[in-house]
């Protein structure tokens, strides 16, 4: 008779605690190495399964009998607030979508994100990122980042292409924050989802009457010409989704990204004396820091293997990205920052079919930053010790509160 061995298990519940701003929580290495497939319990009071290598998440994100239905009771909520309300008029967005459904609705947005149109809005991003600058340099010192550079760029950015008012941010960037925190209570979530939500709801109606020459504007004119009328919950619940992912996750990369190269002189040199080789630096970041690792959690909707391990119909996965991106099996000397590794097989966007649509959009946006911000403010540096920044360890998107930084 074959032996099965019992699944090792972790006994501190997810999240797990960081011990260093600047790599995941320690058990990620040795959970590699004792058994890449491990049973965690989750805040929440769920157990879910923690798939810790980069193959092992890669064929998990790729195969379709795991869900992305955050309102399966599998799906592993890493709030201690446990699973949201389901609100009656809740309408799935893509991130929340299963094939066939989830294909159909990416192909109708995905000709909004694709190289072409990004490089089409190089220059006003540049333009953008010029002026806050400016203003930096015109500004008293020490500057705070965070609210001088990193959230407005990437906030201005996906309100003009969604055709949001950029006068209305510290309305969406207070719900957005509320949103993505594990310590607020569930009655302060909902209260932002339906603020949020009916935001967009009379934005999406003014767009019906009046379409506008934007994403949104666009897409009621296409829905229109293909199928009669315009699926209005679905525009709102995109337009929730690109908002929030829009400007959150790029603003984070922004405020990380900024830190490390300043905490590791020799890396910044090459891209200071090689411009050519910051995209390279932005994916190597992008590794580095993974910030969104449990948006790539799912729910098995059959019975699969994942790594040897059987993992059950019903049962919640995480593909803990940011344990992939650090495995020494896919990267050598995986804990370093090294601009120059090549990086580009990381899955800080996910892998497969969710793959994130906004990767080129964020790209271009951190590349431009950094290129501009080292080069018109060379004497850049931190204006308290790295101990002091307020990391983001209560969020579901890891980042900075602020960042305080003179020159
Ligand atoms: C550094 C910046 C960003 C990071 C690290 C990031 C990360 C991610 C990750 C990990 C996913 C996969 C979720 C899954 O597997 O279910 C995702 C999906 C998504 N992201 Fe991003 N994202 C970033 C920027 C953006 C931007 C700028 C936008 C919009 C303009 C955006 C829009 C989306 C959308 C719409 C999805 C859902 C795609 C789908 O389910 O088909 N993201 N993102």
Redesign the pocket.
Known sequence: MTEVAEPATVDDVFPLDRSCPFAPPPAYEKMRETGPVQRVKLQSGQEAWAVTRLEDVRQM?TDPRFS?DRFNPGFPILTKQGRPVRRDNFTPS??N?DPPE?GAA?REVVGE?TVKRMKALQPRIQQIVDEHIDAILAGPKPADLVSALSLPV?SLV?CE?LGVPYADHEFFQSRSSTLLNREVTQEARMQAVEEMQDYLDKLVSAKEADPTDDLLGRQILKQREEHGDVDHDSLVSLAF??LL??HE??AN?ISLGTVALLENPDQLAIIKNDPGKTLDAVEEL?RYFT??EF??SRVATEDVEIGGQLIRAGEGVLGL?YSGNRDEAAFENADELDLERGARHHV???FG???????N??RM??QIVFDTLFRRVPSLELATSVDDLPFKDDANIYGLYRLPVTW
């Not at 079919?353 to 990767?359: D, E, F, M, S």
């Open positions: 994100l992305s893509l991130i979508m989830h990416r994100f990437p996906i292409q989704l690109l992912a829009g996750t790029t990369m992008l910030i969104a948006a790539t990205s800080a966007f996910g079919p969710h793959q994130c649509l906004g990767q959009l964020a946006e951190l």
